[in-house]
């Protein structure tokens, strides 16, 4: 099967300009996506642009959980974690290789913020509203039992702690498979596409003036709705539509360190509650590593800066340090670092940038563009489906076209999870003769996909070689990417697709020659471009901030 369609690559401007479009949606981060995906299932003629890669922006540098929230329930926000433990469900359902059931440990020391029978409390109704139908159920534990499941914890004031379960996720792959199921049900994908200017029609925003990043060429997408889904950039794109339209959001930083998990020596997530302030963050697993989040402060300088600070990561660290004492963490044992904006919606009430409501809200601007801006990853799939609702009575006022129902994207599968049965991909791996490293790599990643990866390895023997000498990931895999996965730029493969930029201690950028070059005989570069890619990626990382 050739696996070079033209609906697996991104969408070439003039595709985008030739013919009106129901939906122009803004961004190509999560909830951008799953508006692109919902709506396409509805059969609305779609079209998606994004300025950079797909979860270039905050849908790649998340916590990477889906999970109920215990925090907001402490808020008393039942509503909210109702709805995303319901949402964790389903995307365990239709993504199972991309979301994982992941159990935690929540330890409680003397003196901690909150105590032992606040969680037990806690614990049951967190229960009760997954409608006990979580993973497992949790259970309450006490010092000794605490200690056999995490032995490296700090034991002195310790008395207790409960084992829950919530889920891991690839938050970057996600992403990219909801857009690939928006454009197998037929939406126009355009990364590297930025919007220039808003494109008025009778009063209303009816498309944009686009311009190619990577081409440089311009033209004009029409559209009878735009929506908004650029995460941290919505005022700014809001602002297009209102020069005076007052900022709605109180965008907050959360930062990771990725240390290696020996150092820890955590055996499962831990949830702590940070002895500088009282947060709760976690430690996490991720393989080999282990990584440390998050921060929540204020941020107010543009969305493209955001980086971590020396100050960030010693405060990860010294709260790590806490509940692993044995650990003596140091700014030493740090290999990468993310840091992100949530573009949470601003809250009055809210003192602290922790207190801020993670609730979304859709609005309707002065000339008509729906904005969707707050929420979170766990529920992108339901704030998607109300924004659509929206749109789809727009259209019928506006043409009295019928209201289509509602897209079943709770029940069809992302690619690569057709099925959580891959013991059959498994042993074919292994008789092509992979590595079991690689082979679970390629599961992890790829899901039922893995079947395609293979086909490439097996066609081409150089393609089962190592990318880097320090990783699992092979060749075949980047030509994957570039085939299927709308990957453009050598950090789009290393960074959001394979993620050999945190996996490895140079960040990958050994082989990101190595990289272009294979990228360079598919996407047709000439020496220049390599170049370019190879400085682009290597500069980033020089910096200090995630390409």
Not at 504 to 518: C, G, I, L, P
């Amino acid at each position: 099967m050739d696996t070079r369609t033209a609906t697996s690559r991104r969408a070439p401007l003039p595709s985008l300009t030739a013919e009106p479009a129901d939906l122009l949606v803004v961004g190509g981060g999560i909830t951008g996506a799953g508006i692109a995906r919902d709506a396409a299932m509805r059969g609305l003629r779609t079209v998606l642009v994004e300025q950079g890669d797909l979860a270039s922006g905050t849908s790649s540098i998340s916590s990477r959980l889906v999970h109920g929230g215990l925090r907001y329930l402490e808020q008393g926000n039942l509503r909210l974690v109702f709805e995303a433990s319901h949402e964790r469900r389903v995307l365990l359902s239709i993504a199972p290789h991309l979301v994982r059931p992941l159990p935690f440990v929540f330890p409680v020391h003397k003196g901690d913020r909150v105590p032992l029978w606040k969680l037990a409390a806690g614990m049951w109704i967190y229960d009760l509203l997954a409608m006990f139908r979580n993973v497992r159920r949790h259970r309450l534990l006490g010092k000794r039992g605490l200690l056999r499941l995490e032995p490296m914890l700090r034991e002195r004031g310790l008395v207790g702690g409960a084992l829950y379960y919530d889920a891991q996720c690839d938050d970057a792959r996600l992403t990219v498979a909801t857009a690939r199921s928006a454009v197998h049900h037929g939406a126009r994908v355009a990364t590297y596409t930025c919007v220039e200017s808003l494109a008025l029609a009778d009063g209303r925003v009816q498309g944009a003036h686009l311009r190619d990043v990577l081409g440089g060429e311009t033209g004009t997408v029409r559209a009878r709705v735009v929506v908004n889904a650029t995460g941290p950039w919505t005022d700014g794109l809001r602002r297009m539509e209102d020069p005076h339209a007052a900022a709605i959001l109180r965008p907050t930083k959360g930062v990771h360190v990725v240390v290696r998990r020996d150092r820890v020596g955590n055996r499962h997530a831990v949830t702590i509650t940070s002895p500088m302030d009282g947060r709760v963050m976690f430690v996490l697993p991720w393989g080999d590593l282990a990584y440390i989040g998050t921060t929540d402060t204020d941020w107010e300088g543009r969305p493209e800066d955001v980086r971590a600070t020396h100050e960030d990561i010693v405060y990860l660290l010294r709260s790590a340090n806490a509940y692993f004492p044995h650990a003596r963490l140091t700014e030493e044992d740090v290999l990468a670092t993310w840091a992100g904006l949530r573009p949470l919606v601003a809250d009055p009430g809210a003192a602290e940038a922790s207190d801020v409501s993670r609730e979304h809200v859709i609005l309707r601007g002065s000339h008509g563009m729906i904005t969707i801006a707050g929420g979170k990853l766990t529920t992108y799939r339901a704030m998607a489906a109300e924004v659509v609702d929206r749109v789809v009575s727009d259209l019928h006022a506006v043409d009295g076209r019928p209201v289509p129902a509602p897209a079943p994207t709770d029940r069809e599968p992302l690619p690569g999870g057709e099925t959580a049965e891959i013991e059959p991909l498994r042993q074919a791996g292994m008789d092509l003769g992979l590595a079991a490293a690689t082979v679970d790599h390629v599961l992890r990643l790829f899901g039922t996909e893995a079947a395609a990866v293979y086909n490439l390895a097996r066609g081409d023997q150089s393609w089962r070689r190592p990318i880097h000498p320090a990783h699992p990931a092979v060749v075949a895999e980047i030509v994957h990417c570039v085939r299927r996965e709308l990957a453009e730029t050598v950090a789009d493969v290393l960074t959001r697709r394979l993620h050999l930029s945190y996996e490895t201690a140079d960040h990958a950028v050994a082989v990101s020659e190595k990289v272009a070059t294979v990228m360079a005989r598919e996407l047709r570069w000439g020496p220049d471009r390599v170049a370019r890619e190879v400085a682009a990626y290597r500069a980033a990382w020089e910096r200090g901030q995630v390409p």
